[in-house]
C-alpha cells in the first residue's frame, strides 16, 4: 500500500483515530492530494459509507474498535494468506502464521494437478511478535517458497496440528518480454472503432468479419502490426442497445452482436428459402450501410437476431461443432450460465430497473422463478449459450486471420475499467462487487464536480478470498483471443475513486487495491500467449505507478497533444520507451476536427462550457499554435505549409505523424479517423443522449461514407501508411 502522501501531512493525532486506522487497514485512504496539489482530509461520513461498501460497520466509536479487533484477530489466526504471490527465478518467503508449539507442513499442488516434488522448507520467525489468539500463543513461520517453482496458478496447503488452510499461488514471471521485433525497435498499427466500419455485407454496423478483414488488410495493405478496436465486452440480449463499449453488462464474454451471420458454417446447410429470408433481413438493413450519420444498432440486432435463430434452430451442425459447442460450455462453466440465464430474463421479463419490484432486485441465481424460467424456456437458453459460443470463434478467427496474414501482433483487446450496474457480472455474484459504492473520478481541472461512472467496484477483499479468479477468467479469456490487451484506466489496479451511493462524485476517496496480485495475472497471460499490455495512464498518474508498470513490462501511452508541460509540447524524441504512441484518442476529435475546432464548437453547441466559449476557443488557438510551434522547431513541418490554407490542416496532420516516428515508443498507433480526413469525435465526455456517442459511421472530410472494400485506397490512408512505414 501506498499511504505515505497521508503520513507527511495527516497529524499524528488523526491517523491516531480509530476510524482512520480502521481505513488504512483495509486500504481506504483517508486523505488524498488532487490534481492540483491540493490536499484534502476525507471526511467521517464518507469513510464511514464507504467502509460499510467493504462489509465493515464502523457507524460507532465501539464498532470501529471491535472491527480493529476482529480483523487483527482474523490476521493472526489465519494459517496463510488466501492469495500468495511468487516470481518465478526467485526464493521468496511466505509468513505463516501458526501455535508457538506446532510443526507446520506445507505442500503445493501445481495448476496440472500434480504436487512439486522440491522440499519446502519453513522456519521460525525470530523477529515477529507471540499474540494471544483465543487463548492460545500464535507466533510466525517462514515459508521459503522456491525460485524453480514453475509459472502458473497453484495451490499451497498448509497444515498446523488440526489446522488446515489453502491458499492460491499465483507464481508469475518478473515482467513481460518484449516481442523481437519489438526489442531493437517499434511495431506500427490502426486505431479502429469497429462498430463504425461498414462493407457491403454489413448490417448496418461493423462486426466480426469486417475485423477480420480490416486485421488482413492493414497488414498487407499497409504493413501494419496491429489494430486496436473498442472494447468488445458482452451486451444486453434484445434492444435497445447500450452504445457505449465501457459499459458493459460482462467483461468475461464477448458482444454477439457483432457477429457475422453468412460467417457461421452452419449457414451453409440451410435451406434454400431459410436463405432467402435471411437475405431479406440483411436487405431490410443494408440501406444503414450508407448513412454516414449514425449508427442505428437496435435496427441491426432487430433483423440479425432473427436470421441467427433461423441459423440456430435449423441449421445442421456436424458431430465435430456438437463436440466444439459442449467443450465451449463446459469450459465456461457457471460463467455462462450467469450471462445465458441473464439474457434469457432480459429476453422475458424485460430490462433491468432500480423498480424493486423487477425480476433483477426480486431474484437472485438461486430463486425458484430464475429455476422455472429455464426449465420453461430451455431453447432460447441454449440460444444464448449459443450465440456466445458463435461470437468467441468468430473473434478468435480474425485474430488467426491477422496473424497468417503476417501481423506480429493482431488484435489489440480493450479492457473496460468496469461494467454495468444492472449487468449480469453483478446480478449473478453480488458478492464480488462492493455494495453502495460507485467508481468515478475526484474533481479535476476539466471536471470540476467530479464523475461518477456508475458501474460498482470489484471488492479488494472478495479479490483476495477467490485468488483473484474472475480477474484470471477474464484476462485468460481476452488474450485467447488478442495478441494485445490495453486496460483503459490501468490506474484502477492501484486505487479507485470509490463514491457512496447518494453522495456526489466530489463526497468519495480512493480505495487501493493488490496491484501486484493483477500484474502479475497480466503478466503470466501475456507471457503465455506471447502478448503485450498497455495500460492507459493518461491523466494524474502517481509516480511510482509509471515505474511499476515500467519494471513489470507493461507500456503505458503517450498522446501528442497531451504531452505538454507548461503550455509547452514535448517533441516526441524525449517521450518514454514504454509506451503506446498516438496523435489523438477516442474522446477527442481526430486531428483534423481538433486542428478546426470542432472540440470548441460542439461543447459550445451542447453548453458544457462554463467559462464561456471564447476563453475556451483562445486557449485552444493557443495550444493550436505551441503545438505548430513544436513542429516547426523540431523541423517536422515547413512554415510556408502554413500559408498553404487549402493543404494547411493537410500539411499539420502529416507532420503530427512524421513527429510520431521520432519517439523512442515501443508501439506506435495511427488513427483510422485521421487517414479519411473524419473530423467529427466519437464520444464526447459529460454527455449522453446530448450527443451520439459511439454511434459515428466513419466516413471522409465531405461527410461521405468510406466503406472497408476502399478503406486503404484512400489517399489519406495511403499517406500516413507511407509515414507510419518511415516512406515519408
Known sequence: ???????????????????????????????????????????????????????IDASTEENVENAIATIQRQENSRLVAPTVLHTVGKSEEVRLHVGVLEVPEATITLEDGTTYAGDLQISGDLDAKVHDVDGEFVGAALLT????????????????????????????????????????????????????IRSEQSWGMGDFDDLRQLLVDAK??????????????????????????????????????????????????????????????????????????????????QAKMEALWIIFKDGPRTDDRKNAFEAFKQDCGQELEAYATWCLCYDKWGAPTTDPENWENKYTKDSPEIAYIRERFPETLEFYRWLEWIATEQLQAAQQAARKAGMKIGLMADMAVGVHPQGADVWW?????????????????????????????????ALKESGYKVYRDMVHGMFLQAGAVRIDHILGLFRLWWIPQGHPATDGTYVYYDHNAMLSILAIEASRGNGVVVGEDLGVVPPYVSKVLSERGILGCAVEWFE???????????????????????????????????????????????????????????????????LCDEGFLKPEDLADDEHRVERIVDALYVALQDSPCKLKAAAIVDGTGERRTQNQPGTNNEYPNWRIPLADAQGNVVPLEHLFETKGMRRIANIMNGKD
Open 220 to 301: 498487407l495493405r499497409s504493413n501494419a502490426d496491429f489494430v486496436l478496436v473498442n472494447p468488445l465486452h458482452a451486451g444486453e440480449p434484445v434492444a435497445p442497445l447500450t452504445p457505449s463499449p465501457y459499459l458493459p453488462v460482462s467483461r468475461r464474454f464477448v458482444n454477439f452482436t457483432y457477429i457475422s451471420p453468412r460467417n457461421i458454417p452452419e449457414y451453409y446447410g440451410l435451406s434454400d428459402d431459410q436463405k432467402a429470408r435471411i437475405a431479406e433481413l440483411h436487405d431490410s438493413v443494408e440501406p444503414l450501410n450508407g448513412d454516414a450519420q449514425l449508427i442505428d444498432r437496435d435496427a441491426m440486432w
Open 429 to 461: 455474484n453480488p458478492e464480488r462487487f462492493a455494495k453502495g459504492a460507485t467508481v468515478g473520478a475526484p474533481p479535476d481541472m476539466f471536471n470540476q464536480q467530479g464523475q461518477d461512472w456508475s458501474q460498482p467496484p470489484l471488492s479488494p477483499v
Open 564 to 630: 505538454q508541460m507548461d503550455g509547452v509540447f514535448v517533441p516526441p524524441k524525449h517521450w518514454r520507451e514504454y509506451a503506446l504512441a498516438s496523435v489523438d484518442v477516442h474522446d477527442m476529435p481526430p486531428a483534423a476536427g481538433y486542428l478546426e475546432f470542432e472540440h470548441v464548437k460542439v461543447r459550445e453547441r451542447l453548453g458544457l462550457l462554463a467559462d464561456g466559449a471564447d476563453e475556451f476557443q483562445a486557449n485552444a488557438e493557443r495550444e493550436q499554435q505551441a503545438m505548430v510551434q513544436m
Open 1 to 55: 500500500m501506498h499511504m505515505t502522501e497521508q503520513q507527511e501531512t495527516e497529524s499524528p493525532e488523526r491517523l491516531a483515530r480509530p476510524l482512520i486506522r480502521l481505513a488504512s487497514m483495509l486500504g481506504v485512504a483517508t486523505s488524498y492530494t488532487g490534481m492540483s496539489h491540493d490536499f484534502h482530509e476525507i471526511s467521517d461520513e464518507v469513510l464511514i459509507a464507504i467502509l460499510a461498501a467493504l462489509g
Open 145 to 196: 517458497l522456491p525460485a524453480d517453482l514453475p509459472v502458473g496458478y497453484h495451490t499451497l496447503t498448509v497444515k498446523a496440528g488440526d489446522r488446515t488452510a489453502e491458499a492460491t499461488l499465483i507464481s508469475a514471471p518478473e515482467r513481460i518480454p518484449l516481442l523481437p521485433p519489438m526489442q531493437a525497435g517499434s511495431l506500427w498499427g490502426w486505431m479502429a472503432q469497429i462498430y463504425s
